[in-house]
């Protein structure tokens, strides 16, 4: 079954510190990779998204993510965490072999970082 | 500022009201969504709209029922809703082709008496 993993329901960070939110998905072919952010009160916001290409992946707010096929991970990252970057993080991925409109989301993992 | 605009912000109403959520983007997307999320939980896809009509229905209660009366609009009527619907209701939109983000309005929070 085609399937997303964030294995942490929280991550805590102190401000200034690297931060990592994991990724691990289980689907046949090539998966298109998504990472989205969601502050309180808000929607969904994208972050950054794998294809093809270089495996390290950068977007918004300074993040970036690297993609590791033989792992099927696609960790989040950001080299200095902000107090603002506090939030609910998704992972989401398209099965190549399903529809261009149909998501599989992870749980979902909740980012507190800390002054 | 999001490009997905969704009204109202919130909503009561009651078991036997009829009621209509609203979404606009002019982005010239060609794929609109409507979604429901629980708190702190994944969105789950309800429709999609490809170039206007039906594409997707995630097996969703008719008292749900979508609308889209040109590219840059959807509704969702809600009728008869029961207490269990509840929840912030998002929609989102994308250009349609593989590998596209889906952007999302902020959503209207819904609260079934």
């Known amino acids: 079954a085609q399937s997303v993993a964030q294995p942490e329901d929280q991550v805590n960070v102190a401000e200034g510190n690297p931060l990592t939110v994991k990724c691990t998905y289980s689907?046949?072919?090539?998966?298109?990779l998504f990472w989205y952010v969601q502050y309180p009160n808000r929607g969904l916001q994208f972050l950054l998204k794998?294809?093809?290409?270089d495996n390290l992946v950068k977007g918004s707010y300074g993040f970036e993510a690297e993609f590791n096929k033989s792992q099927t991970s696609f960790h989040l990252k950001k080299p200095s965490a902000l107090v603002s970057d506090s939030a609910l993080y998704f992972c989401?991925?398209?099965?190549?072999?399903?529809?261009?409109?149909?998501?599989?989301w992870g749980a979902g993992t909740k980012l507190i970082i800390k002054p | 500022d999001t490009e997905v605009t969704q009204t109202p912000k919130h909503l009561v109403m009651g078991m036997t009201n009829k009621k209509s959520l609203k979404c606009e983007q002019h982005?010239?997307?060609?794929?609109m969504y409507w979604y429901k999320q629980k708190a702190k939980k994944p969105p789950e896809l309800m429709f999609v709209?490809?170039?206007?009509?039906?594409?997707i229905n995630e097996s969703v209660p008719s008292r749900f029922s979508p609308e889209c009366p040109n590219s840059s609009l959807l509704n969702l009527h809600l009728h008869a809703l029961q207490p269990e619907d509840s929840a912030l209701y998002l929609c989102?939109?994308?250009?349609?082709?593989?590998?596209?983000?889906?952007?999302f309005g902020d959503g209207t929070r819904l609260s079934i008496l």
């Open positions: 989401a991925v398209r099965d190549p072999l399903g529809s261009n409109y149909q998501l599989i």
């Open positions: 982005m010239g997307h060609r794929a």
């Open positions: 794998y294809i093809t290409g």
């Open positions: 989102a939109s994308s250009q349609g082709q593989s590998g596209q983000p889906q952007h």
């Open positions: 689907v046949s072919g090539n998966p298109y």
């Open positions: 709209y490809s170039y206007e009509k039906l594409s």
